[in-house]
């Protein structure tokens, strides 16, 4: 009986360990308290620096659409360059759909701590205070203000 009793014993920690696995292991993958940014903000392997530095430096605004579950999604996205970096940036929500726009609100809030004093050629800047969606539309717009800016 007392090898049962071990028995149990040793298959309730090994599930209690397993479950505190799982959860640490899921916890790596939400944003944190702080604001929860991922990505980098680097340019991809294989980036030019040399064609940010050919940008003309000024003010650029541009519309970049993605798709939420709400449907077609947008925002505004307006972004100050110097020597091809970002040294200003504003984004506004522009979708309808009360949800979307929550999600645009945070990303908005958080995405000047992600983006300003960067390259913008080949910036991804992934999800930005929860919001993981609207950073699409964001780089839809970035590359239409790279275009414009050339």
Not at 54 to 60: C, H, Q, R, T
Not at 115 to 134: D, Y
């Amino acid at each position: 009986m007392l090898a049962t009793e071990t028995t149990v014993r040793l298959r309730r920690v090994a599930a209690l360990g397993g479950g505190l696995i799982g959860i640490a292991a899921l916890a790596g993958c939400t944003p944190s308290a702080a604001g929860g940014t991922t990505g980098s903000g680097a340019a991809p392997a294989g980036g030019s620096s040399a064609a940010s530095a050919d940008l003309k430096d000024g003010s650029y605004t541009a519309t970049g659409h993605y798709q939420s579950p709400a449907g077609d999604s947008m925002v505004a996205v307006t972004v100050t360059l110097k020597s091809g970096t970002i040294t200003a940036v504003k984004v506004v929500p522009k979708t309808p759909n009360p949800t979307a726009q929550q999600y645009e609100t945070q990303f908005a809030s958080g995405v000047g701590a992600v983006a300003v004093g960067k390259k913008i050629s080949g910036l991804q800047v992934g999800a930005v205070s929860g919001s993981s969606l609207t950073s699409q539309g964001f780089e839809k717009a970035l590359a239409q203000i790279q275009s414009e800016a050339a």
